[in-house]
């Protein structure tokens, strides 16, 4: 395998850039929406008896996949591709991202006082060549009052977030316990991904 000193990140979430950055990988982001053809962009919608395990990496497959027939496209010099994708599961449901403040802090109380699942599915092709690995963590939340719920609503934390919360934020505060890994609590599992771009050539410390 041809060794290589940078990739292409196959998503646009702020996070996942911070982890990359953290552990010196060099990347280049691609921006799959501001293709005029919308074929690049990946349902995400749950198919019919579909369970999370398989939801999230086959969403993680179609968006690596995505991202390496993008950069085909654009005759972009060819790099390994990254992506990504992360559920949050609890009694064995998709936790989306909540579509207003009332939802996000439904979200919030139904999370409050119980253990949940986080899902991070991490994928990296080159060529003929693709290599996904899960990262499962279960994450146990305190009791979070009304009023707790009514200020983090106010900072519009949890508006774009899957389950309603970040980790990384405010939200921190809420979080009792975590059994797995906190970057994938975050969107991107750091082990997997090192251990991801090692295969493809990529030298990480």
């Known amino acids: 395998m041809m060794p290589h000193s940078r990739v292409y990140l196959a998503s646009q979430s702020p996070r996942r850039r911070e982890l990359l950055k953290q552990i010196g990988i060099n990347f280049e982001t691609l921006l799959l929406r501001s293709s ?21 990496q086959r969403v993680c497959q179609e968006k690596v996949n995505a991202g390496w027939r993008f950069l085909q496209s654009r005759n972009l ?3 390994p591709v990254l992506a990504a994708d992360t559920s949050v599961i609890l009694d ?3 936790i989306g991202k909540p579509q207003d403040r009332e939802q996000a802090a439904a979200t919030l109380r139904v999370l ?43 900072t519009s934390e949890p508006l774009d ?6 980790i990384q934020g ?18 991107l599992p750091l082990f997997e991904t090192a251990e991801l771009l090692q295969i493809f050539g990529y030298t990480i410390l």
């Open 170 to 187: 405010h939200a921190a505060v809420f979080v009792q316990h975590i059994d797995g890994s906190y970057s994938g609590v975050m969107g």
């Open 36 to 56: 005029l053809s919308r074929k690049l962009d990946v349902d995400e919608t749950p198919r019919k008896n579909e369970s999370p395990e398989v939801h999230v």
């Open 77 to 79: 010099f060819p790099l």
């Open 161 to 166: 977030k899957a389950g309603a919360y970040a």
């Open 92 to 94: 064995g449901k998709i």
């Open 112 to 154: 409050s006082g119980r253990q949940h699942q986080i899902l991070s599915a991490v994928a990296v092709s080159f060529e003929e060549r693709t290599e996904m690995r899960l990262s499962v963590s279960k994450v146990t939340m305190a009791k979070i009052s009304e009023e707790r719920i009514r200020r983090y609503i106010l």
